[in-house]
């Protein structure tokens, strides 16, 4: 839409402009005149993300509004003195992220906090009209909450979609939604600029949008999969849980089902694909400049890395192996001297461990870049003058003047899993036809289920695609661009202070796992540098280590933790590492009770769950120390594979089982006793089987359906004693 200044002046007062019109107004680059101006419709894009995903849809938003006549004003949401929702006239998208067990994302803390104070009236944004897209993962209990609670909360404060709500599953693929909910936002956001103009022309709205005015909201294109799982609130109405786990196992499946040919690889297509006209993405714009400037002897650190809080250089005191050398996994406990820090933590508490890429792989991928010889040299960036990125801006995790071998190693996650934009940009650096067309099928819409076969679901990353497609020559330049910051991996804390003084210890599997592309096992990118750490000093009774040193950093504040009235009893869920918090639990309630001989302590229950009894049994000989005691006053133990004599199998697997055989006292502390229950470990499998042995042991014990069962857990939860820490 193109008019000259003095004509959109004539038809739009400024007041309208303002109102009626949030348009942005931007000097044409006509070379025929320099008077002509286009109109681009402006909306406020706000994010909320935890680990970035949030941010690089909201900028795919951002550029892809351009080519459809918008103009998007993009914030993070914590940025709050850059927009008022109060006083915003123009349209609002939310692109939303979860993390945690359901929290939003420490970005939307402030916002979140701010919008739920109940003293706001019911009309307090009654002119906002919005579209909402929620990330979040169904194998958790509360998917995409993060998204739910300001969703719930825009509505109660009287403002109205526009659009529909989108909910992205990353456990089938957040492409899968994200894709055709940015597709069909377009079209939402013309309708809702259209109505307004209409009702503007037609002399409808005198002054201010009419808060009263209901406009039924687009909905995002049918027929694309989109997880629905919903969060039952106490006041849901008749929801079924049944419905989640239908409509989970039928998104799994759908996306399965677009998987048919077993002939086809993560180079190789095959017809109807290899035949197809494909929809690739726009090639994203280049931001930035990078220029490689010889070291003169700077001296590099871990301090270098950004991080939220503070980071601490703690030496490793000990390493011993939980597990014996023929078990499935390898557990080891590590335990770090924090006396000469001011790291403080307490029982259920987890920390981050800071940790680099692999060595070997940051060696290949400079060599494939043909910059082994510039490995040590300082990499300055900035952003490129000529740039179309709207909004470009320097990553704020590649620290200043560091080496190129000190940016893969520590700043940048060369594990991440390549979203489709990065795939466009590396076909783009792609020299052999049949490489650029399978690169361009990966990234397409026709290509979408090869691109969960062989990229997402096989974890590929950045090394494998430039194995795999050898012509692929991208820039420095570009990886700096699409490449995440390099993510502190998280542990719960598997100590007491008061049992430990100055001592933090904490308990993991080595993740091991067979490469995609290469020959060989890779181990996870924390754990197997962990491992190595360990290597040297692991000795079978837990002898002194050298001083190895390992950057933590504390995480921020949560629930799980032991009751404040020690006289409440607790069950505890723990099976594999899970059992991490709780050896913290059992430590400090020893110490407690040491010190307090006359106070009543509630009763301590203790579910675990392992493979076999004489493989990968934790801490079993401190779990008799503590039921010996009477500090674990119950000790419940299921082993999954092993069998007991004269039996085919064990009566009970796994942890589940136990407590549906416990079903009556289960239900006694918790219902009866104000007890407080504690889950960790994966959410998976594990957190959702409990969560449904519990459901069916309070529908069995209380005699009620098994919705009632589900809200009255929804109320355990509310009032902190359903407590989970659980991960994927």
Same mark, same amino acid.
């Given at each position: 839409?193109?008019? /000259?200044?003095?004509?959109?002046?004539?038809?739009?007062?400024?007041?309208?402009?303002?109102?009626?019109?949030?348009?942005?107004?931007?000097?044409?680059?006509? &070379?025929?005149?320099?008077?002509?101006?286009?109109?681009?419709?402006?909306?406020?894009?706000?994010?909320?993300?935890?680990?970035?995903?949030?941010?690089?849809?909201?900028?795919?938003?951002?550029?892809?509004?351009?080519?459809?006549?918008?103009?998007?004003?993009?914030?993070?949401?914590?940025?709050?003195?850059?927009?008022?929702?109060?006083?915003?006239?123009?349209?609002?998208?939310?692109?939303?992220?979860?993390?945690?067990?359901?929290?939003?994302?420490?970005?939307?803390?402030?916002?979140?906090?701010?919008?739920?104070?109940?003293?706001? &009236?019911?009309?307090?944004?009654? %002119?906002?009209?919005?579209?909402?897209?929620?990330?979040?993962?169904?194998? +958790?209990?509360?998917?995409?909450?993060?998204?739910?609670?300001?969703?719930?909360?825009?509505?109660?404060?009287?403002?109205? /979609?526009?659009?529909?709500?989108?909910?992205?599953?990353?456990?089938?693929?957040?492409?899968?939604?994200?894709?055709?909910?940015?597709?069909?936002?377009?079209?939402?956001?013309?309708? %809702?600029?259209?109505?307004?103009?209409?009702?503007?022309?037609?002399?409808?709205?005198?002054?201010? &949008?009419?808060?009263?005015?209901? =406009?039924?909201?687009?909905?995002?294109?049918?027929?694309?999969?989109?997880?629905?799982?919903?969060?039952?609130?106490?006041?849901?109405?008749?929801?079924?849980?049944?419905?989640?786990?239908?409509?989970?196992?039928?998104?799994?499946?759908?996306?399965?089902?677009?998987?048919?040919?077993?002939?086809?690889?993560?180079?190789?297509?095959?017809? !109807?694909?290899?035949?197809?006209?494909?929809?690739?993405?726009?090639?994203?714009?280049?931001?930035?400049?990078? %220029?490689?400037?010889?070291?003169?002897?700077?001296?590099?650190?871990?301090?270098?890395? =950004? @991080?939220?809080?503070?980071?601490?250089?703690?030496?490793?005191?000990?390493?011993?192996?939980?597990?014996?050398?023929?078990?499935?996994? =390898?557990?080891?406990?590590?335990?770090?001297?924090?006396?000469?820090?001011?790291?403080?933590?307490?029982?259920?508490?987890?920390?981050?461990?800071?940790?680099?890429?692999?060595?070997?792989?940051?060696?290949?991928?400079?060599? /494939?870049?043909?910059?082994?010889?510039?490995?040590?040299?300082?990499?300055?960036?900035?952003?490129?003058?000529?740039?179309?990125?709207?909004?470009?801006?320097?990553?704020?995790?590649?620290?200043?003047?560091?080496?190129?071998?000190?940016?893969?190693?520590?700043?940048?996650?060369?594990?991440?899993?390549?979203?489709?934009?990065?795939?466009?940009?590396?076909?783009?650096?792609?020299?052999?036809?049949?490489?650029?067309?399978?690169?361009?099928?990966?990234?397409?819409?026709?290509?979408?289920?090869?691109?969960?076969?062989?990229?997402?679901?096989?974890?590929?990353?950045?090394?494998?695609?430039?194995?795999?497609?050898?012509?692929?020559?991208?820039?420095?330049?570009?990886?700096?661009?699409?490449?995440?910051?390099?993510?502190?991996? !998280?542990? @719960?804390?598997?100590?007491?202070?008061?049992?430990?003084?100055?001592?933090?210890?904490?308990?993991?599997?080595?993740?091991?796992?067979?490469?995609?592309?290469?020959?060989?096992?890779?181990?996870?990118?924390?754990?197997?540098?962990?491992?190595?750490?360990?290597?040297?000093?692991?000795?079978?009774?837990?002898?002194?280590?050298?001083?190895?040193?390992?950057?933590?950093?504390?995480?921020?504040?949560?629930?799980?933790?032991?009751?404040?009235?020690?006289?409440?009893?607790?069950?505890?869920?723990?099976?594999?590492?899970?059992?991490?918090?709780?050896?913290?639990?059992?430590?400090?309630?020893?110490?407690?009770?040491?010190?307090?001989?006359?106070?009543?302590?509630?009763?301590?229950?203790?579910?675990?769950?392992?493979?076999?009894?004489?493989?990968? +049994?934790?801490?079993?000989?401190?779990?008799?120390?503590?039921?010996?005691?009477?500090?674990?006053? %119950?000790?419940?133990?299921?082993?999954?594979?092993?069998?007991?004599?004269?039996?085919?199998?064990?009566?009970?697997?796994?942890?589940?089982? @136990?407590?549906?055989?416990?079903?009556?006292?289960?239900?006694?502390?918790?219902?009866?006793?104000?007890?407080?229950?504690?889950?960790?470990?994966?959410?998976?499998?594990?957190?959702?089987?409990?969560?449904?042995?519990?459901?069916?042991?309070?529908?069995?014990?209380?005699?009620?359906?098994?919705?009632?069962?589900?809200?009255?857990?929804?109320?355990?939860?509310?009032?902190?004693?359903?407590?989970?820490?659980?991960?994927?």
């Amino acid at each position: 839409m193109f008019m /000259r200044e003095n004509q959109y002046l004539q038809v739009v007062t400024s007041f309208k402009r303002k109102y009626l019109f949030p348009f942005s107004v931007i000097q044409c680059n006509c &070379p025929s005149c320099g008077t002509c101006f286009e109109v681009m419709r402006r909306f406020l894009l706000l994010y909320a993300t935890q680990q970035g995903q949030a941010k690089a849809i909201a900028e795919e938003i951002c550029e892809k509004a351009v080519a459809y006549g918008f103009s998007a004003d993009l914030h993070c949401m914590s940025e709050s003195d850059k927009y008022d929702l109060k006083t915003e006239t123009a349209p609002l998208v939310v692109v939303v992220s979860t993390t945690g067990t359901g929290d939003p994302p420490d970005t939307a803390h402030k916002f979140v906090k701010e919008i739920q104070d109940k003293t706001l &009236p019911i009309d307090f944004l009654a %002119h906002l009209r919005y579209g909402l897209l929620g990330l979040g993962d169904s194998e +958790y209990t509360y998917f995409c909450n993060g998204g739910k609670v300001i969703d719930t909360r825009l509505e109660e404060l009287g403002a109205q /979609r526009f659009y529909g709500t989108g909910h992205a599953d990353d456990c089938v693929g957040l492409e899968l939604v994200v894709e055709p909910w940015i597709d069909g936002l377009w079209a939402a956001l013309a309708k %809702h600029f259209e109505s307004s103009r209409r009702e503007e022309m037609s002399g409808t709205l005198a002054t201010a &949008p009419n808060a009263s005015r209901r =406009t039924d909201p687009v909905k995002p294109e049918s027929g694309h999969i989109e997880s629905q799982v919903e969060l039952l609130r106490l006041d849901d109405s008749g929801k079924k849980d049944s419905a989640v786990l239908e409509q989970n196992a039928a998104n799994r499946s759908q996306s399965s089902a677009l998987i048919a040919d077993t002939e086809s690889s993560l180079t190789h297509s095959v017809p !109807p694909l290899s035949h197809a006209s494909l929809n690739i993405p726009a090639l994203p714009p280049e931001y930035l400049q990078v %220029h490689l400037q010889e070291a003169l002897g700077q001296e590099e650190s871990q301090a270098s890395v =950004t @991080s939220v809080g503070p980071v601490f250089q703690v030496p490793i005191s000990k390493a011993v192996q939980l597990t014996t050398n023929d078990a499935v996994k =390898t557990t080891l406990l590590v335990e770090l001297d924090i006396s000469e820090t001011e790291f403080t933590y307490q029982p259920g508490d987890s920390f981050n461990v800071v940790c680099p890429n692999s060595d070997s792989e940051v060696q290949s991928l400079l060599q /494939r870049l043909k910059l082994s010889a510039q490995r040590e040299y300082r990499v300055l960036v900035r952003i490129k003058a000529d740039t179309k990125k709207k909004g470009a801006a320097l990553p704020q995790h590649i620290p200043e003047k560091c080496s190129l071998q000190f940016i893969l190693t520590w700043c940048l996650e060369i594990r991440a899993i390549p979203k489709k934009a990065f795939l466009r940009a590396l076909e783009a650096c792609t020299s052999d036809g049949a490489e650029k067309r399978r690169l361009q099928e990966l990234c397409s819409k026709q290509g979408a289920a090869d691109y969960n076969r062989f990229v997402r679901d096989a974890g590929v990353c950045l090394l494998d695609l430039l194995l795999a497609f050898p012509s692929c020559r991208p820039p420095l330049s570009l990886l700096l661009e699409h490449l995440p910051k390099l993510q502190p991996r !998280p542990y @719960s804390c598997a100590s007491s202070s008061l049992s430990h003084p100055g001592r933090l210890r904490f308990i993991f599997n080595v993740v091991e796992f067979p490469s995609s592309v290469s020959e060989g096992v890779r181990r996870g990118v924390c754990t197997g540098w962990l491992a190595s750490l360990a290597e040297s000093i692991l000795l079978p009774d837990g002898g002194k280590a050298r001083a190895a040193q390992i950057p933590i950093s504390p995480r921020t504040a949560n629930s799980f933790h032991l009751p404040s009235d020690p006289s409440a009893p607790i069950i505890m869920v723990g099976p594999g590492t899970g059992i991490a918090p709780f050896i913290g639990f059992l430590q400090h309630r020893e110490k407690l009770q040491e010190q307090h001989p006359d106070r009543h302590f509630g009763a301590m229950w203790l579910f675990f769950g392992c493979r076999h009894r004489d493989r990968d +049994y934790l801490f079993r000989e401190e779990l008799r120390h503590f039921r010996k005691r009477g500090i674990l006053t %119950h000790l419940k133990v299921s082993f999954s594979r092993d069998t007991l004599a004269g039996e085919e199998e064990a009566p009970v697997k796994y942890v589940q089982d @136990s407590l549906r055989l416990h079903s009556q006292q289960v239900a006694g502390l918790l219902l009866q006793e104000l007890g407080h229950i504690y889950v960790c470990g994966d959410a998976k499998n594990m957190a959702k089987d409990v969560n449904d042995a519990l459901a069916e042991i309070i529908s069995k014990e209380v005699g009620v359906d098994k919705l009632e069962a589900m809200k009255t857990l929804a109320t355990l939860k509310e009032e902190k004693r359903y407590l989970q820490d659980i991960w994927s």
